[in-house]
């Protein structure tokens, strides 16, 4: 997804710090707990399968895109059962 596809021209930075303040603004004064947790597998799924396919489930061009190894991708479509 590039900037000109994005509505409001927010970074992924922005966005995320946009999303989270929000999540932890609603709430409402309760202290959240695993949030890195909770962030990560929230995030990592949308991630690689949104990658796979833009690399049209090339798993060698994905992590690529991704910088990491293919074993490393294999294990996380693996993880999160998303077919190559």
């Known amino acids: ?4 596809s994005n509505k409001n021209n927010y970074s992924l930075k922005q ?8 999540y932890l603004n609603d709430l409402d004064g ?3 707990s695993n949030l890195y947790d909770k962030v990560l ?3 990592e799924k949308p991630l690689f399968s949104t990658v796979m396919d833009h690399c049209e489930n090339n ?3 994905a992590a690529t895109c991704l910088g990491i ?3 490393t ?4 479509l693996k ?6």
């Open 1 to 4: 997804m590039n900037s000109s």
């Open 15 to 22: 966005t995320v710090e946009l999303v989270l303040t929000q």
């Open 30 to 32: 309760e202290t959240p």
């Open 41 to 43: 597998s929230e995030i």
């Open 59 to 61: 798993q060698s061009k």
């Open 69 to 71: 190894n293919r074993g």
């Open 73 to 76: 991708l294999r294990k996380k």
């Open 79 to 84: 993880q999160y059962e998303i077919s190559p």
